[in-house]
């Protein structure tokens, strides 16, 4: 059964860092493109970033470029969010999706994945 965990989510204050992991199971990541998306109380839902299967090709929205870095580690069937620089408008519910691609796909920040993880709480506040 193909399922996705979320970890590493938390209370941090502004300026502060905290790196998400999304580890995969039931499946191999090796053939998947992995999105990272946000969903604020009363905001729909945001695509924050994304890589490719193979990894050569990463996005990330407007507002958080600069800040976050999506990596993958097929070996460990895992993709990581670091984020840096943390601001009280990143507070949300950040979950992972994924969904098969091929290699010569970019990847894409809209919500058009197959399969979706519970989310993790990430709260910015002093």
């Known amino acids: 059964q193909l399922q996705l965990v979320e970890s590493g989510g938390g209370l941090v204050q502004p300026g502060g860092s905290l790196r998400l992991s999304c580890v995969a199971s039931?499946?191999?990541?090796?053939?998947?493109?992995i999105g990272w998306f946000r969903q604020a109380p009363g905001k729909e839902r945001e695509g924050v970033s994304c890589?490719?299967?193979?990894?050569?090709?990463?996005n990330y929205a407007d507002s958080v470029k600069g800040r976050f870095t999506i990596s993958r580690d097929n070996a460990k069937n895992t993709v990581y969010l670091q984020m840096n620089s943390l601001k009280p408008e990143d507070t949300a519910v950040y979950s992972c999706?994924?969904?098969?691609?091929?290699?010569?796909?970019?990847?894409?920040?809209?919500?058009?994945?197959?399969?979706w993880g519970q989310g993790t709480q990430v709260t910015v506040s002093s």
């Open positions: 999706a994924a969904t098969v691609a091929s290699r010569k796909y970019a990847c894409s920040l809209m919500p058009l994945y197959a399969s």
């Open positions: 039931g499946f191999t990541l090796d053939y998947y493109a």
């Open positions: 890589i490719s299967s193979s990894g050569s090709s990463t």
